[in-house]
């Protein structure tokens, strides 16, 4: 992308415009604190570009010691600073998405909360693509942070599918992955409409 994709503007601006009033990263930590009871962002070498944006919207921030390890040990960091804020489930999300819908939300929430006591995770699916954010309870917690740091959490939840519920919801920005600013530019379509 060139830049860091959490600080884009949401919904996206054209080349050239102003910036708009949120970003990925700010429009993400507003969807889930209705949510949640705190959002924890995980910052790597981008700490001080993230910090202002985090504690403005409330949130918090814990930084990945070693983000060159990569993707997974972030996701480690987060979750094991969820636990030592005493909770045990957790709504994992990127902060270079868009935010979903508050529907979506409410339906993944929703879903948690009454499933089976086998069931460890909560992941939507748009037309069949599994996406963010998923829920995890404190079982998959713990799996996700015994594993080794190089991991992928797509792995690891291929192997305990059996504890997982795939949720269809009508929201194709559960499973929008941002790449490229061609990948950016696409996603004007799929933006919500000014207030």
Request: proline share 9%; aromatic share 6%; hydrophobic share 45%.
């Amino acid at each position: 992308m060139g830049r860091d994709k959490a600080l884009l503007p949401w919904p996206p601006v054209p080349t050239g415009s102003a910036a708009a009033g949120q970003t990925f990263l700010s429009a993400a930590i507003q969807a889930l604190e209705p949510f949640s009871e705190l959002v924890i962002v995980v910052a790597g070498k981008n700490e001080s570009n993230l910090a202002p944006s985090v504690y403005a919207a409330g949130a918090n921030l814990v930084r990945n010691p070693a983000p060159e390890r990569g993707q997974f040990s972030s996701l480690q960091t987060g979750l094991q600073a969820v636990l030592s804020y005493g909770r045990d489930a957790a709504m994992i999300t990127l902060v270079d998405r868009p935010p979903i819908k508050a529907a979506t939300l409410k339906l993944l929430c929703s879903a948690f909360r009454n499933s089976a006591s086998n069931i460890w995770a909560v992941v939507p699916e748009f037309e069949g693509k599994h996406g963010h954010p998923f829920l995890v309870a404190r079982e998959m917690i713990e799996v996700f942070l015994k594993a080794p740091a190089d991991s992928m959490a797509r792995d690891i939840e291929h192997q305990h599918q059996s504890h997982i519920e795939y949720l269809a919801v009508n929201d194709p920005l559960v499973t929008q992955n941002i790449d490229t600013p061609e990948d950016y530019a696409a996603l004007s379509s799929l933006a919500p409409s000014p207030q």
